[in-house]
């Protein structure tokens, strides 16, 4: 029987997630062509102790001159399950009205991570990509290699 | 029907409609929001502002569709690109840089906002066909185990994720066995092929990595291919790998762990 692991979507998003390429190399690769795809192989624990590996994909999209035009999503089976953008107007998870830079949260009962959202007040002076990344970072408990090669190349799946 | 029922439908609609159309100003820009919803549970943003001709606007959607597709994991293939460029051109739009945009005059601003406004939706018809794909179990991290359970004195280390240059591209192999400088031998690759994007793609990428890296010494080193999801792949595919590669091991969706068997023989064969 296919197990979809969606249950352990709660506690992936309050671990950290180490993604093996630097965060240089991100924005490098962000300026150059305004989008990037990383994955890492997270591990965790499921409730009985073993051992669950989870590929995650990292989606950075700084394509737009505008930066309320930028998202960041953290993917599990190809399915958003964390993520930062922006809307003019929304309504928040608790249904009061909200305007501008949004987490997604996780809804566990449609295994949905589109629909409920939560405002971000520290994304305000958000003007550059590297700005973005590390708050959207911050947010998400994402970190990156420390080690910076000077390599605009990403370790994309080939 | 009566007439005045048919009326007050207007005028309800009107008023809804009229609430639900908000509007923020940014710098020289416009943002507003309709009052519908895409598929992916979001009011559509599109912006106006003013063209560097006097009395022009342009009115576009900032690129937020294509970037919401892809924190979605929807990417931009050319057939998705060409419909997206048809889509724009039905509503007298264009579609370039990943927006969605029309350069308009005051006459025409509302229905030029509608109008990028139903790209805007229209493009994200793709989430609604966007299925998670259920990856169980990770290939790499049961090949990683079965690595460790046949290193040997022999390997001085495993490297993991080694870029390597060929005649046209870089090449990645997901590990590399270093066998110790004295013993005078050639490293063991280990490369895993995923059908991420369809298994004839992936057997044609494996291709032309092994004749870009033909006559180098990268070239010469053993390899080791895992194919996963074996069940996706057709005979012609496999072979193909099979007759560019040392050794090939086949696993399907589920079946990964046994990869922490099959590789310590499988790299034993290949060290011989």
Redesign the interface.
């Known amino acids: 029987m296919?197990?979809?692991?969606?249950h352990l979507v709660p506690q992936l998003r309050s671990e950290v997630k180490y993604f093996?390429c630097s965060r240089g190399a991100l924005v490098r690769a962000l300026t150059a062509k305004?989008?990037a795809e990383v994955r890492a192989?997270h591990?965790t624990l499921d409730a009985d102790g073993t051992e669950v590996?989870?590929?995650l994909?990292l989606?950075v999209?700084c394509?737009?001159r505008?930066p309320?035009?930028?998202?960041?999503?953290l993917?599990?089976?190809?399915?958003?399950v964390d993520?930062v953008?922006w809307?003019?107007?929304?309504t928040q998870y608790d249904g009061t009205a909200a305007?501008g830079w949004q987490r997604h949260l996780w809804d566990k009962a449609r295994e949905d991570g589109?629909?409920l959202k939560t405002v971000l007040t520290n994304f305000e002076d958000v003007a550059s990509i590297e700005t973005f990344l590390l708050r959207v970072c911050e947010v998400m408990r994402i970190r990156f290699d420390p080690k910076d090669h000077g390599?605009d190349?990403l370790?994309f799946?080939? | 029907m009566e007439t005045t029922f048919c009326h007050s439908i207007r005028d309800v609609l009107s008023t809804h409609l009229a609430a639900g159309v908000h509007v923020m100003p940014w710098r020289e820009l416009c943002i507003i929001a309709l009052p519908w919803k895409t598929p992916d549970d979001r009011l559509v943003d599109v912006y106006v502002e003013p063209d560097a001709e006097p009395g022009r606007y342009r009115v576009h959607d900032g690129g937020k569709s294509l970037s919401e597709l892809y924190a979605q994991g929807i990417h931009t293939s050319d057939e998705r690109a060409d419909y997206f460029t048809r889509l724009a051109a039905r509503f007298e739009a264009t579609f370039e840089d990943d927006t969605f945009l029309k350069v308009t005059r005051w006459p025409e601003l509302a229905s030029s906002v509608l109008a990028i406004g139903q790209c805007a939706t229209l493009a994200m018809q793709a989430v609604v066909r966007h299925d998670p794909v259920f990856e169980r179990v990770i290939a790499t991290a049961h090949v990683a185990r079965g690595l460790q359970r046949w290193r040997s004195e022999e390997i001085e280390r495993i490297d993991e994720d080694v870029r390597v240059q060929g005649h046209q591209s870089y090449h990645r192999f997901q590990f590399v066995a270093q066998p110790r400088p004295a013993l005078m031998r050639q490293p063991l690759a280990l490369k895993i092929l995923r059908p991420t994007y369809s298994p004839r793609v992936a057997a044609e990428r494996y291709g032309f990595m092994v004749l870009d890296l033909d006559r180098l010494d990268v070239g010469r080193w053993p390899r080791l291919v895992v194919v996963t999801q074996a069940e996706r792949w057709q005979q012609a595919q496999l072979r193909l790998v099979q007759r560019l590669s040392r050794e090939t091991l086949t696993v399907r969706s589920g079946e990964e762990a046994l990869l922490e068997d099959l590789v310590p023989a499988a790299m034993t064969v290949l060290a011989a």
């Open positions: 296919m197990t979809s692991y969606f093996p305004g989008k192989e591990v590996f989870a590929d994909r989606n999209n394509t737009s505008f309320f035009a930028w998202s960041a999503s993917k599990l089976h190809r399915k958003r993520g953008d809307e003019s107007h929304f305007s589109d629909s390599d190349l370790p799946d080939s």
